[in-house]
């Protein structure tokens, strides 16, 4: 006869009818299990969203890199909100401060990039590339490639990858052998302000032949990970804590709550990331925070120097293969409308700025550069419409129609035939 398991605690036997029933620890430890992977599960499939917001054609394939999905055609209707709301963490902040767009419209070719199908298999002498501002527009044609192609009036071809820093879109662009065999006469590459640091610039290192996939192979690939160089190590630190701090869904879901329970309990606004600024005409204006902080930051404190010599490894690969680098060097919408901002909020940009240093210092290497503050700082004497949408970090179409006619007037100075 089998004899029935008793429960023992310190003071003695306990019946079994009292002591908790063995099926219960387990089913608590499922339950608990099985929402913490489903929340993996969600955290992970929003990793790979190039940005927090329906804008880009789906995610980003995993596996591959191209920013991308490929041969995407979208269309989101009543687009409306930027960046700069939703990083105030709660819905109520895009009625409170967004401005409606129109409707985006996208193409992706078969190499998952923004561009026209038939681009793809045609070939373009000029090639854009660099961080999100690069990829602004709200259809194809708006885009810094399609401006730069009416402008140039030849093809041109879109490899940014969004949300991915000033280096990601250019280094895939010269490891990827499909451009070895045809390379542009000119590659463009243009980043913000705030991201000129030298920290943001990883040297470039060519990849070898690939080797065929082994268990050994990754394992060697694991290692050489591991053994990156104190730079490339400190990339990857901040691209993690770039995620964590400001794409994480649970993150951001947390941020919103507390938000929307401090605006409707105490009838202010958390804007640990935004200030809120005043357009002339009364209307808000939204600025990031770190961006405005940066402004005050000096070429030494940049370490630009530095930035300029590992931007040169780029030049220097580029001049090897043939192309002509051209780096576009994009202000800050503080640094075109500090008036918009309160005047304790304002930043104390010192001189000479870092445009304008970062420019000095790359044509002492020979690598074309082109600033355009002096151009955005013109417009914006002359009192015309805003370059920047006043609730995102990035300019609005008109900006980047000023910046590509800028772009297309210097290479026809220095003589930059594209067209032949």
């Known amino acids: 006869m089998e004899r029935k398991k008793r429960v023992v605690s310190r003071d003695g036997d306990v019946p079994p009818t009292m002591a908790m029933g063995p099926g219960r620890p387990r089913l608590f430890i499922a339950v608990v299990g099985v ?233 202010r606004l958390l804007t640990d990331k935004v200030l809120i600024g005043r357009r002339p005409d009364g209307r808000f204006a939204l600025f990031l925070r770190e961006s405005v902080a940066t402004l005050s930051r000096t070429a030494r404190q940049r370490k630009l120097p530095e930035a300029a010599d590992r931007i040169a490894t780029v030049g220097a690969e580029c001049t090897r293969r043939g192309i002509r680098l051209v780096v576009l060097l994009i202000p800050d919408k503080a640094h075109v409308y500090p008036h918009w901002l309160a005047p304790g909020d304002r930043p104390a940009i010192p001189t000479p700025d870092a445009p304008s240093a970062l420019a000095a210092l790359l044509e002492r290497r020979g690598i074309h550069a082109v600033n355009l503050l002096p151009a955005f700082l013109a417009h914006n004497a002359a009192d015309q419409p805003p370059l920047y949408y006043p609730d995102d970090t990035h300019w609005s179409e008109r900006g980047i129609t000023l910046a590509m006619h800028a772009l297309a007037k210097s290479l026809r100075e220095r003589g930059v035939r594209v067209g032949e």
């Open 35 to 267: 929402v913490w992977v489903a929340l993996a599960l969600v955290e992970g499939v929003h990793l790979f969203e190039p940005f927090t917001y329906p804008y880009p054609p789906g995610r980003r394939p995993l596996g591959r890199p191209s920013p991308y999905r490929r041969s995407v055609h979208r269309r989101n209707t009543g687009d409306s909100g930027g960046d700069l709301t939703r990083l105030l963490g709660f819905r109520l902040g895009t009625g409170l401060f967004a401005e409606p767009r129109g409707d985006v419209e996208v193409w992706t070719d078969r190499r998952g990039y923004r561009n026209e199908p038939r681009l793809a298999d045609t070939f373009c002498p000029v090639m854009i590339t660099g961080d999100s501002f690069m990829d602004q527009g709200l259809t194809n044609a708006d885009t810094p490639a399609g401006q730069l192609s009416q402008a140039l009036g030849v093809p041109v071809y879109d490899h940014t990858h969004m949300a991915r820093g000033p280096t990601t879109g250019v280094f895939a662009f010269l490891r990827d052998p499909e451009f070895r065999r045809r390379p542009p006469k000119v590659l463009v590459w243009g980043f913000v302000e705030r991201s000129m640091h030298a920290r943001r610039f990883p040297p470039y290192r060519p990849h070898g032949p690939r080797k065929p996939r082994t268990v050994a192979g990754a394992l060697a690939d694991v290692w050489q990970g591991l053994r990156l160089p104190a730079t490339d190590r400190r990339s990857y630190r901040a691209f993690w804590r770039a995620y964590r701090d400001k794409w994480s869904m649970l993150r951001a879901f947390a941020v919103a709550i507390r938000a929307e329970s401090v605006y409707r309990l105490e009838g």
